[in-house]
């Protein structure tokens, strides 16, 4: 539009000119032919501006439609929609990449008003950055790892085997390659490329260029260690886009890697005979699946977050429900529902302890207070964001409402101790893909500075609520346990992080899963060692019961 633009100034100004002012150009027929050589370049002008802003409006409408239809699907459950993480990461992309895009589209005194006015929004709405963006797609990256999701299901909104979304377009699968890029994160930029690519064939409204996708897919295959396959869409892309100069480079570095390999493989073979022995250690998958034991704790987390591995037949089997109520005279009339997760250390289940409408007084109160959750720096004692927790969180006082101080009462009653030296009641909201690794809730002997301005000594017992079902993942994981316990709203979890003695109880070590789909709401009491004195016998060794 610029081109066209600049060619009517510059007509208007031969035009207006002195020269063909005085020259009275209706009579000269020669004259008159420059002048339809004017109006031809005018009229062409005029031609490919029009076309340029029926193709502007073309795009416009194919997003308008594109984005109304989908903001029509959320609008009939927005939680339902909301929860799904493929939808979560549409809605940021959206909000990102596509909206940016409809702005640069944009270019007149008209349309000016109106990019004006969405700059504006900027500053009284909400708006996800280019961060949110990274982090919306990475979250994806670690449920497809996590949960061996197939890329192409995914593609397509299936996630195990539901369909909860629509399919995503060449351009959002591009997009997650690029972030996936970004981060030097190849093996995940290979997959999506991968999948943009064959979905770009099969769409017929293209958003990117074909030459787009072969230049991440040809350089991320490259660093994958496929390099004649990189050199195989080199040349494909060089079909497209004959000058790319960074596709001509990379064929050079390519051609030269490939004559290097080679003579690095003749030299092997001239050389001394290789013995035959594979020196390479076992992968995890190659394994005895029987030797769980032996599996690093990174695998053990993600089996059991799919459900791969459980406790043991034996130990299940001693695992019991009960009515209880712990000599409490308020139990006596309404006893808790008792069910053991593991015997030990000892791990239970408190089903409907959290009414409804305490769940919502806590989530309400919590909501406007979330902020990026934390953790301690076991070395400084600072609590700072860490990527291996993905969630925000709040803190609530027992005094802000009366549901809040039940809820703590119910802590002592199911617990049997005291919560005048507990930390106040952590609320919690896990996101797209949210997240916390294996962790102790305790501190470590190392760790002096950890809870030192409580001065209420360590942890020495936590109350998990959850105040959510969770549809698929989420569940809270003990890897050395193999125990999960699945999210189920109203439900509490109860275990001891310390031993009689004092020490810590690393078999504790737990983790959050990632949530697969649907949203998270989990609360923490964690009740500390000063106060506890006359209400849990102390011991000289771990092994006290």
């Known amino acids: 539009?610029?081109?066209?633009?600049?060619?009517?100034?510059?007509?208007?100004?031969?035009?207006?000119?002195?020269?063909?002012?005085?020259?009275?150009?209706?009579?000269?027929?020669?004259?008159?032919?420059?002048?339809?050589?004017?109006?031809?370049?005018?009229?062409?002008?005029?031609?490919?501006?029009?076309?340029?802003?029926?193709?502007?409006?073309?795009?416009?409408?194919?997003?308008?439609?594109?984005?109304?239809?989908?903001?029509?699907?959320?609008?009939?459950?927005?939680?339902?929609?909301?929860?799904?993480?493929?939808n979560a990461y549409t809605l940021v992309k959206?909000?990102?990449?596509?909206?940016?895009?409809?702005?640069?589209?944009?270019?007149?005194?008209?349309?000016?008003?109106?990019?004006?006015?969405?700059?504006?929004?900027?500053?009284?709405?909400?708006?996800?950055?280019?961060?949110?963006?990274?982090?919306?797609?990475?979250?994806?990256?670690?449920?497809?790892?996590?949960?061996?999701?197939?890329?192409s299901a995914v593609a397509r909104g299936l996630i195990n085997g539901v369909q909860y979304s629509t399919a995503l377009t060449a351009g959002d699968c591009f997009e997650l390659g690029r972030q996936s890029y970004n981060n030097k994160d190849f093996y995940h930029t290979v997959q999506w490329m991968t999948e943009a690519l064959q979905r770009y064939d099969e769409e017929n409204n293209k958003t990117i260029t074909k030459a787009d996708i072969l230049e991440y897919l040809a350089f991320s295959t490259y660093m994958e260690g496929n390099?004649?396959?990189?050199?195989?869409?080199?040349?494909?892309?060089?079909?497209?886009?004959?000058?790319?100069?960074?596709?001509?480079?990379?064929?050079?570095?390519?051609?030269?890697d490939i004559s290097q390999r080679a003579l690095q493989k003749k030299k092997g073979e001239d050389g001394e005979a290789s013995s035959g022995l594979n020196s390479q250690p076992l992968t995890v998958s190659e394994k005895k699946l029987g030797d769980i034991e032996e599996l690093?704790?990174?695998?053990?987390?993600?089996?059991?977050?799919?459900?791969?591995?459980?406790?043991?037949?034996?130990?299940?089997?001693?695992?019991?429900?009960?009515?209880?109520?712990?000599?409490?005279p308020f139990l006596f009339l309404a006893r808790l529902r008792e069910e053991e997760a593991c015997l030990s250390p000892r791990i239970v289940l408190y089903h409907n302890v959290l009414a409804d409408a305490e769940i919502e007084t806590i989530k309400h109160l919590a909501q406007p207070r979330l902020k990026r959750a934390t953790v301690q720096n076991y070395k400084t004692g600072e609590l700072e964001v860490a990527s291996y927790r993905i969630s925000k969180s709040a803190w609530l006082r027992e005094e802000e409402h009366h549901h809040i101080a039940t809820v703590v009462q119910r802590v002592e009653d199911m617990t049997g101790l005291t919560c005048t030296t507990a930390e106040e009641l952590q609320v919690v909201n896990y996101g797209i893909g949210g997240h916390y690794e294996p962790h102790f809730d305790f501190a470590r002997r190392g760790e002096k500075n950890a809870f030192k301005s409580l001065g209420t000594g360590n942890r020495i017992a936590t109350t998990l609520f959850y105040m959510s079902d969770v549809p698929q993942g989420g569940a809270t994981v003990f890897p050395h346990l193999r125990v999960a316990l699945y999210p189920q709203k109203g439900t509490a979890a109860f275990w001891f992080n310390l031993h009689r003695n004092g020490e810590g109880d690393y078999r504790t070590r737990h983790a959050a899963c990632p949530v697969l789909t649907g949203s998270k709401w989990v609360s923490n009491k964690w009740l500390h060692?000063?106060?506890?004195?006359?209400?849990?016998?102390c011991g000289l060794t771990e092994n006290e019961d």
């Open 94 to 151: 959206h909000l990102t990449t596509d909206w940016k895009d409809i702005e640069s589209i944009l270019d007149d005194s008209k349309i000016k008003e109106f990019q004006y006015n969405i700059s504006n929004y900027h500053a009284v709405l909400k708006f996800p950055t280019d961060e949110d963006l990274n982090g919306a797609a990475v979250a994806l990256m670690r449920l497809q790892d996590t949960y061996k999701l197939d890329t």
């Open 529 to 537: 060692e000063r106060g506890q004195e006359l209400l849990r016998k």
């Open 296 to 328: 690093p704790e990174r695998e053990l987390y993600e089996r059991l977050c799919r459900g791969e591995v459980t406790m043991s037949p034996a130990k299940q089997a001693r695992l019991k429900c009960r009515y209880i109520h712990k000599d409490n």
């Open 1 to 86: 539009m610029q081109t066209f633009l600049v060619l009517v100034v510059g007509a208007l100004l031969v035009l207006t000119s002195p020269y063909y002012g005085k020259a009275e150009l209706y009579t000269a027929l020669a004259d008159m032919e420059e002048l339809l050589e004017t109006e031809g370049v005018l009229i062409q002008s005029l031609s490919t501006f029009i076309k340029a802003q029926e193709d502007m409006l073309n795009r416009l409408k194919r997003y308008q439609s594109d984005l109304s239809r989908e903001h029509e699907r959320a609008g009939q459950d927005v939680q339902s929609y909301l929860s799904n993480p493929i």
């Open 227 to 256: 390099v004649h396959t990189a050199l195989e869409m080199t040349d494909e892309l060089l079909t497209l886009v004959p000058n790319h100069n960074r596709a001509i480079g990379n064929r050079v570095y390519y051609l030269q």
